[in-house]
């Protein structure tokens, strides 16, 4: 008789065979169910990480539990890349501490043992991140000796020399009178630089920064009368400065300041998702036309608040399980409207083709085909043997508003601006991408620009149109939709929209994004969610970790609650 068929029947007819395998099972069982336990509650856990926001060769401590007693085959992954071993310090099994590596980037910070993968913190490098600059009480104000030369026109390079201007720039800036016909109003009037206007990082005026030389070119929007040097510290007396205009003084008038409100939910639609989700909220553009753009109430704290052109929001998508977490922000912006006053025979052809500002606007990038062969098949077309940019950007105007058809509802965000070309009827962000590729492709430096058209207290919608840059003159707006016939409430009205919106601009055009803004994922893996065709011109809108299987976000277009 085989094993199996004695054992059947001993458990048939003994009594103590039958509790034998009942007690061994009840301790297998056990057995099982205590090591399962100890696994589970053996994965690493990370409570705090300090600093969240750090330098190359800093020490990160990361506190939390069951790390392991030693490291062993244990590891830290910042951002999808693992640390060497060299760069421990400490290992034990309720902290770590690490030298953070040379290349380490902005990321998810996990600890990694046998166990498993603990939850991630996030981490963010110094050196992207805009900061305030740290003062030194032994540094006294800066101090201007010279202005050279003493007069100069928009773009033009001046040099500053003085003391105390501070080693690197960070968050310093120079200050020239602002050209406005009316003072800056509200809350902006309070502040001691709101008549003035800074040079601008975003059109690379400044070309040098020391403790006692400053090269930067005379910023869009400047006027004659006085300049400064603003640090940390104070701001340095005000020498005489003269902007001239060769071609053209331009008017900044009629001013309004909108009040809006940005906001997006978020809800998870599974229960138990343990996965990041990084929001990337735009925030409204600064420039000549839109001076000043303030957020307040914002809510939650914010990942990082102070990047140049998103607000960031980062939280665990289990904490939306069943209900919605809102984020959500308020901006006041103040903007001018603006009349070009150009004398079309002062334009000419561009000298400095080696500025930043020239390389950096003349060329193809995600969001514009300067380079495609429709582009420059049209661009030769139209221009014929026309070489003044000022007339090129005008025949470009003309074409479009002549020969093309403007649709008044958006196209689904998958839809190629190239479609204009060949069917010769699209929407205002086809106008304005075309437009602006159709410059870049004839070497005219231009960007799109992205936010939201106002109509009243209560309405708005997402709007498209350019910037095209002449040298010694500046920025340049040219709206082809409203050009083409697109309506809308104006607010004054135009009688000649055609004419009217190559060169002026109304003082409703909001705008929350100036050229394409190619926001780099925090880990490979993550994944991404992007509205093209919406009201900034961003390559992510929200970021979620590998585990993120199923949720939901409604981003609200903005609203205007207040118009003064």
Not at 61 to 72: C, E, L
Not at 523 to 549: C, D, H, M
Request: hydrophobic share 35%; net charge neutral.
């Amino acid at each position: 008789m085989s094993f199996f068929g004695t054992y059947k029947k001993l458990l048939k007819n003994k009594a103590r065979v039958r509790f034998a395998t009942f007690f061994f099972f009840v301790c297998a069982a056990t057995v099982f169910l205590f090591l399962r336990s100890h696994e589970v509650s053996g994965k690493p856990l990370i409570s705090s990480i300090s600093p969240s926001v750090g330098s190359p060769g800093d020490i990160l401590i990361i506190s939390g539990s069951n790390f392991g007693a030693t490291r062993g085959t244990s590891y830290v992954d910042i951002a999808g890349s693992r640390v060497t071993g060299s760069k421990y310090r400490l290992w034990t099994d309720t902290e770590i501490q690490l030298e953070l590596p040379s290349n380490v980037q902005d990321g998810l910070v996990s600890v990694c043992t046998t166990a498993g993968q603990s939850e991630p913190a996030f981490f963010a490098n110094k050196s992207g991140i805009p900061v305030t600059a740290r003062t030194d009480p032994s540094i006294t104000l800066p101090s201007i000796e010279s202005v050279s030369p003493q007069s100069a026109a928009t773009g033009e390079l001046i040099s500053i020399t003085g003391n105390n201007f501070g080693t690197s720039r960070e968050s310093s800036a120079v200050y020239f009178s602002a050209n406005r016909s009316e003072p800056a109003a509200g809350a902006a009037a309070e502040n001691e630089d709101a008549q003035f206007i800074p040079a601008s990082p975003q059109d690379y005026d400044y070309e040098l920064w020391s403790n006692s030389e400053i090269k930067v070119r005379v910023p869009d929007g400047a006027d004659s009368g006085q300049l400064y040097v603003r640090t940390g510290r104070g701001r340095s007396a005000y020498q005489s400065f003269t902007v001239n205009f060769p071609a053209g003084k331009k008017s900044y008038g009629k001013q309004r300041t909108y009040v809006l409100q940005l906001s997006t939910n978020i809800e998870s639609n599974g229960d138990g998702q343990d996965a990041p989700i990084t929001l990337y909220m735009p925030r409204p553009a600064t420039s000549a036309l839109q001076p000043s753009a303030e957020l307040e109430e914002i809510s939650p704290e914010p990942l990082i608040a102070d990047d140049l052109r998103n607000i960031i929001f980062q939280t665990q998508l289990k904490k939306t399980a069943g209900s919605k977490q809102s984020f959500s922000a308020t901006a006041i912006i103040s903007l001018y409207s603006f009349a070009a006053n150009i004398d079309p025979k002062k334009i000419g052809g561009y000298t400095d083709t080696k500025r930043p500002l020239y390389k950096a606007n003349t060329v193809q990038d995600a969001c514009i085909p300067a380079a495609a062969p429709d582009v420059a098949s049209l661009k030769d077309s139209i221009l014929g043997k026309e070489k003044n940019p000022y007339r090129q950007a005008k025949l470009f105007y003309d074409y479009m508003t002549e020969q093309y058809r403007i649709s008044g509802s958006t196209r689904s965000g998958d839809a190629s601006e190239l479609d204009l070309i060949r069917d010769k009827s699209g929407d205002a962000y086809d106008f304005a991408i075309i437009y602006t590729a159709l410059c870049r492709s004839a070497g005219i430096p231009a960007v799109p620009v992205c936010g939201i058209l106002a109509e009243n207290q209560n309405t708005s919608r997402c709007h498209w149109w350019t910037e095209i840059y002449f040298e010694k003159y500046g920025w340049f707006p040219v709206d082809v939709s409203l050009g083409a016939g697109l309506q809308y409430n104006a607010f004054t009205q135009v009688d000649d929209a055609r004419n009217f919106y190559f060169g002026n601009l109304d003082s409703q055009h909001i705008a929350f994004s100036r050229g394409w803004n190619q926001i780099k994922p925090s880990i490979s893996t993550s994944k991404l969610v992007r509205f093209p065709r919406s009201y900034a011109l961003q390559s992510i809108w929200e970021e979620a970790g590998e585990a993120a299987s199923s949720f939901s976000s409604l981003w609200n277009d903005p609203i205007i609650v207040g118009i003064y």
